[in-house]
């Protein structure tokens, strides 16, 4: 036995418990004297015979985990599915929210539009590294503990009831437009809270409101809570796909969002007055055409939004019977 | 992975089983690790020292394997020996052993019934 093997020795043995220390000690000065001694007697000088012996046996601490079945791997096959579903469960649910409220956070407080995205991609970052952390410390450390004798721990034994169902025809494409919706929508909501910070890029308009700020005191909140009822009903037509009650419910929400818009919009009490002063309005002659112009888009929007509705309705009911 | 690389792997899984019936028979007789090894691999059944050292543990740890230390020598040894349930394992793997090596023997005689 020399320096090599007792550094070996310490190398291996300082990870193992206390109590089994003697015994490995034991086993191992056993093992690499029987190993060398075979070496020697096959003609290998000493020294070679004991550097032989100890490459052999490795990585002192595998051989030590291996010893006292300690796991090498973070997490194992029987909690990677459990970590792996509740870390994309996680990321999914909680990043979005985390970034909407940041957003408004930020838009409150006055923050630049770049300020708004930059804080949303930092805190988003730190958001989701925090999460993917957390989680995995969690099953690091059940994978670690070892369960009661006869239990499985904490990981659920898989049933048939927890197969996925069949993607529903129609889930998918109504997927891309839930997403695309509700990104308008948070757009939509965003621009009426920061345009009574003005806009920055256009010199005159640079800290006039856009919007009568007197407005806040009902109507834009009125507006914002209608967007929040939209975002809902974008997510029930994801879940439910589109059916007569959906399709009213389009109804309604477009008549409560376009009818005072307009109404605010014609009797002048849309538009600040010093942003209107700003902009030089209105623009010689072609001021009733441009008035006209955005009363038949906002109402063509919105019929076309109702008829789309119903369209799609019809369609979904149509493919319903046919299936069924 | 190259052929050879996937013959080796399934020859090792065909052996792993081969070896704990190996060493509850042959422990009848109690001994070594080393001289287990020696013995082993003289006879045929080829078995590295960092699958057997960790195996004599567990078989041990299950309650298959007794052992004792020996220090008559200068260097302390764990002798391991079969225990009685070491012994009804080793009759159960040698039975289905024998069962497979018959099934196997007739499927590739063609000779199933």
Not at chain 1, 64 to 74: E, G, I, N, Q
Not at chain 1, 221 to 235: C, D, K, M, S, T
Not at chain 2, 16 to 28: D, E, F, S, Y
Not at chain 2, 84 to 90: D, M, R, V, W
Request: charge should be negative; glycine fraction near 8%.
């Amino acid at each position: 036995m020399t320096i090599l093997t007792d550094r070996y020795m310490w190398a291996a043995a300082r990870t193992l418990p206390e109590a089994q220390r003697a015994e490995f000690d034991r086993e191992l000065r056993e093992r690499i004297g029987d190993a060398t001694d075979a070496l020697i007697e096959a003609g290998a000088s000493p020294d070679d015979a004991e550097r032989a012996a100890l490459t052999e046996l490795g990585d002192p601490a595998a051989l030590a985990a291996h010893y006292v079945d300690r796991p090498l791997h973070l997490i194992g096959p029987r909690y990677f599915l459990a970590w792996w579903r509740l870390l994309k469960l996680l990321l999914i649910t909680v990043l979005p929210f985390a970034a909407i409220g940041i957003a408004i956070a930020q838009a409150v407080t006055g923050a630049t539009v770049g300020g708004i995205i930059g804080a949303v991609i930092g805190v988003g970052i730190s958001v989701g590294v925090h999460i993917a952390f957390w989680t995995t410390l969690v099953f690091a450390i059940l994978e670690r503990t070892p369960a009661p004798a006869g239990r499985r721990g904490i990981d659920v034994a898989w049933t048939l009831d927890m197969l996925p169902a069949l993607p529903e025809p129609g889930k998918a494409s109504r997927l891309a437009e839930l997403i695309s919706s509700v990104v308008f929508l948070v757009v939509f909501a965003a621009a009426i809270v920061v345009q009574q910070f003005g806009v920055p890029w256009v010199p005159e308009l640079a800290s006039v409101p856009i919007l009568d700020p007197a407005l806040w005191s009902f109507w834009l909140p009125y507006f914002l809570g209608l967007i929040g009822l939209e975002i809902l009903f974008a997510v029930a037509i994801y879940a439910w796909g589109w059916n007569w009650w959906l399709a009213a419910g389009n109804l309604v929400l477009n008549i409560a969002f376009t009818l005072p818009a307009l109404w605010l919009f014609l009797t002048g009490q849309l538009i600040n007055e010093t942003a209107l002063e700003a902009m030089r309005w209105p623009w010689g002659d072609s001021a009733p055409i441009i008035v006209t112009i955005v009363v038949l888009v906002a109402i063509g929007g919105a019929l076309w939004d109702v008829i789309d509705g119903v369209i799609k309705t019809v369609r979904a009911r149509g493919a319903a019977r046919a299936t069924a | 992975m190259n052929p050879e690389e996937t013959t080796a792997g399934h020859l090792q899984e065909l052996r792993r089983g081969t070896v704990v019936l190996a060493c509850l028979v042959r422990l009848r007789i109690p001994d070594y690790g080393y001289a287990l090894l020696e013995s082993l691999n003289t006879l045929g059944i080829l078995v590295d020292a960092n699958t057997l050292y960790p195996l004599l543990r567990r078989l041990e740890k299950q309650g298959l394997l007794t052992s004792e230390w020996n220090t008559d020598e200068a260097r302390p040894r764990k002798f391991y020996r079969t225990s009685p349930s070491g012994e009804q394992l080793a009759d159960a793997l040698m039975t289905d052993w024998r069962r497979i090596d018959d099934a196997l023997a007739g499927l590739t005689t063609g000779d199933e019934k």
